[in-house]
């Protein structure tokens, strides 16, 4: 019994840490992006706070999909009048990373 509890805590953590950001990668590719000119973590800059972000979107089961086509196309409306511009060219593990990050970020 012992040795199932520890086969099962182990493959919990596994689990949990699989499916972590790698902060220091998603900042790197949020500097790297020109994304940290319009935001920031906790404070409005010409976008939303990451903060803000995560808030709006806490219970939505597709908010990752959504951030990562809001990053890739871009979009308007959706935090005023200032649109943000597409990113075509990162790549959609980037995005992804992004996405998540900016999803994971506390207020």
């Known amino acids: 019994m012992r040795t ?3 086969l099962t805590s182990s493959l919990l953590l596994a689990a ?3 499916h972590a ?3 220091a990668a998603a900042m790197e590719l949020a500097k790297n992006n020109g994304c940290l000119s319009c935001h920031s973590a906790k ?9 803000s972000v995560a808030e709006k979107y806490k219970d939505d089961k597709d908010a990752v999909a959504t951030l990562v086509q ?3 196309y871009g979009s308007k409306g959706k935090w005023g009048r200032i649109p943000m511009p597409p990113h075509p060219s990162m790549s959609a593990a980037d995005i992804k990373t992004l996405a998540q990050w900016v999803l ?4």
Do not use: R
């Open 4 to 6: 199932f509890l520890i």
């Open 70 to 72: 809001s990053i890739q």
């Open 104 to 107: 994971s970020t506390k207020p």
């Open 16 to 18: 949990g840490s699989a």
């Open 43 to 51: 404070e409005k800059i010409v976008g939303p706070a990451y903060a």
């Open 21 to 23: 950001v790698d902060e």
